[in-house]
């Protein structure tokens, strides 16, 4: 179903966050299922040259013959790009290690920053009907990081519930802020979303007190605990919602898809 309050053409999320381990990948894998279940249309744009969202949605190295490397250096057509995963409506353009030397490659490149833009704007991806794109992003404030804010609409920010999780955020803040500057004016913030949280740790609740202190609406009230099964999942190449739906891991992300597409409609109304 289309949502006749959005402007024509997918909305693009950047999932970003320049620290790994934090949660990308498993908010972008575990958010575009939710947004499925929702009944939307989603695409998942794999930039990390690590290819986790492409190995945790089962499509396995040598399936990657037409990668992001190529979309975005050799402006390759989306369609040899883009594949299909078990779960229907998402789709994944995957990725492969060649990503590791494109920051270096694309520097020459006078259009360096809009490649990613330029490339989800093909023609060929109205016939998609995406509703959704989700851009998971390398672990650093990289010309791949700056490339996926330039082509989003939003930029969507996890946040591991840990000590010094806040001081990473000014840099991505700055550079937020240096885009909306430059090559991208419209660029928001999509959110804050605390993940790997166990609220029975003094520090995971002073984080989350913190971050809300600091950064108020922009943090997601929907939390994503710790949950063993959110971290099983990958391993059988499955989102936490087929893996085990009624998990507190799948829920909340569930919770966080049902938040998202709230604040939508209500900006939209
Ligand atoms: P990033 O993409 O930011 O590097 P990942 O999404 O790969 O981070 O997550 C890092 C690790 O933490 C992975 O092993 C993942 O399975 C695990 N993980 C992520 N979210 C959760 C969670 N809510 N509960 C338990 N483990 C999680
Ligand atoms: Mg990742």
Not at 16 to 23: D, F, H, L, M, R
Not at 113 to 120: G, K, M, N, R
Not at 249 to 261: F, H, I, K, S, T
């Given at each position: ?14 999932v ?8 990308k ?12 279940e929702f ?17 945790g ?29 078990e779960i229907?409506?998402l789709?994944i ?7 590791s030397?494109?920051d ?8 360096r ?8 704007r093909?023609?060929a ?11 998971d992003?390398p672990p650093s ?10 082509a989003?609409?939003?930029v ?14 000014s ?12 090559a ?13 949280s ?16 600091y ?7 929907t ?18 919602l ?6 507190k ?13 709230g604040?939508?409609l209500?900006?939209?109304?």
């Open positions: 179903m289309s949502d006749p309050t959005r402007p024509k053409g997918p909305k693009t999320i950047a970003a966050n320049q620290k790994g381990g934090v949660g990948t498993t908010t972008a894998i575990n958010l575009a299922a939710s947004l499925v009944g939307k249309t989603v695409l998942i744009v794999d930039i990390d040259p690590q290819g986790n969202a492409s190995t949605l089962g499509v396995e190295t040598d399936q990657r013959t037409k990668t992001t490397y190529d979309l975005l250096l050799e402006e390759a057509p989306l369609s040899d790009i883009i594949q299909e995963t229907e409506r789709r353009a995957p990725a492969t290690t060649d990503l030397s494109a270096i490659e694309m520097v020459s490149n006078e259009k920053s809009f490649l990613l833009h330029d490339a989800l093909q023609p991806i109205d016939g998609y009907a995406f509703d959704f794109v989700l851009i992003c404030l990289n010309l791949l990081t700056v490339n996926a804010m330039v989003a609409h939003s969507l920010v996890p946040l591991q519930s840990e000590f010094f999780a806040l001081e990473g955020l840099q991505l803040m700055l550079t937020i802020r240096e885009l909306r500057q430059t991208n004016p419209d660029l928001r913030i999509e959110g804050v979303v605390l993940t790997m166990d609220r029975r740790n003094n520090l995971a609740q002073q984080v989350e007190t913190d971050a809300r202190a950064l108020g609406d922009l943090v997601f009230k939390v994503i605990p710790r949950n063993v099964r959110v971290s099983e999942a990958p391993s059988f190449a499955m989102s936490v087929d893996y085990d739906p009624m998990s891991g799948a829920q909340a992300y569930r919770d966080l898809a049902r938040e998202m597409l604040v939508e209500a900006v939209g109304a």
